[in-house]
Each structure stands twice: as C-alpha cells, then as structure tokens.
C-alpha cells in the first residue's frame, strides 16, 4: 500500500536575530538524522520533497543522501504557517505554547503571523495533493514543520489540532507521521525511535 510520510524537521539553532525560515540544524539535529533514515528505510520512499525553508531543506538533502534518494525537491506549499510579521520571537516555550494554543483556537483569524490556521492548512492540504497527482506512485516523504502537520493530520483523523500539535512537540525534533494513501488514513505519529500514537 501507498504511503504518505510528514516529517519535522530536525533539531535547529532557534535565534532572534534570524528569521525562523532561515534557521539552520544543530549538530545534533544533523546527527539524528542517521536515526531518522533507519526509521524510513523499510518504508522505501520514492520520492522526497521539502518546504523551502532551511532547516527542512538540509534534513531533506541528509536524509536523501542516506536513503540513496536522488535529491528532494522545495516546494513553497510545504512551508510552516507564515511568521514573517507579527510573529514575534519567543524564548519562553510556555509563552510559545499559549500563542499557539490562540492560534488553534481561532483558525479563521490571522492571530500569529501573517496566516491563518484554516489558510495553512489549505495550501498545505493543496501541495499534498498536486504531489500525489504528481508522484502517482509509490511512497511520498515530505519534510515539513509541526504546525502544518498538525493541521492537516488532524483534519485526517477528526482530532483537536492543538492537540496533535503537542503530540509531536512531545516527540520533537526530528519526528515523523505515516498514513496510508489515497484515502489518508492514520498510520500512526512516531519519533526516530518508537511510535507513540496509532
């Protein structure tokens, strides 16, 4: 059976001083994407794609080179939900957290960036489904970002986004989910090493 596989990102260097589509993995982020490739390697990716933002970029272009993945290609439908204005930086992950929780709460306003939680999930449903169109088979890997996974997941599955979303910042970074295609059905939310939900 087809597949679709979401992945976060891996670990990254988070600063105030760069925007967050320009922050790039940590060393240990690098490194635990050898984990990440053993996770996926039964699951025979065909092809690969990323967001254009780095921090998924370079997790794509190290998870191709261990899979033996001819390259993974960027695809702006894939980025995070837009945070390049208002969208100020927060080092406190509680204060994070109750941002994010407004921003679940009231998915037809723009609350958190420039974007709502209903128009990122639409785009992203919308790349997903030009990608399928595209790639008419074999297995689909897309290297993305918490928000959008837990938005379009939980469309999928009729499940609280907010609390998808903290299901996989619970797993952090990288993590990945699998559901089945075409029909999108649950797989299960998994880190590199074990699954946590089904």
């Given at each position: 059976m087809r597949k679709l596989i979401l992945i976060r990102h891996a670990e990254t260097k988070q600063s105030a001083d760069l925007p967050n589509r320009e922050w790039p993995l940590t060393e240990r982020g690098r490194t635990s994407i050898t984990d990440l490739a053993a996770a996926l390697r039964p699951y025979q990716i065909d092809a690969l794609f990323t967001s254009t933002q780095q921090k998924a970029i370079e997790t794509g272009e190290l998870l191709a080179a261990q899979l033996g993945i001819d390259g993974a290609d960027a695809v702006d439908d894939f980025d995070e939900h837009d945070r390049s204005e208002n969208a100020p930086y927060f080092a406190n992950q509680a204060d994070f957290t109750a941002q994010m929780a407004r921003f679940f709460a009231e998915p037809v306003d723009v609350v958190y960036g420039t974007e709502s939680a209903f128009d990122a999930r639409g785009r992203f449903a919308n790349g997903i489904y030009d990608t399928q169109d595209d790639s008419p088979n074999g297995t689909i890997a897309i290297v993305t970002h918490g928000t959008v996974m837990a938005l379009f997941i939980a469309r999928c599955i009729g499940a609280d986004a907010f609390a998808v979303w903290?299901?996989?910042?619970?797993?952090?970074?990288?993590?990945?989910?699998?559901?089945?295609?075409?029909?999108?059905?649950?797989?299960?939310?998994?880190?590199?090493?074990?699954s946590v939900k089904t």
């Open positions: 903290q299901d996989i910042q619970q797993l952090g970074m990288p993590c990945y989910a699998v559901l089945s295609l075409p029909d999108f059905e649950m797989q299960g939310l998994f880190g590199v090493s074990d």
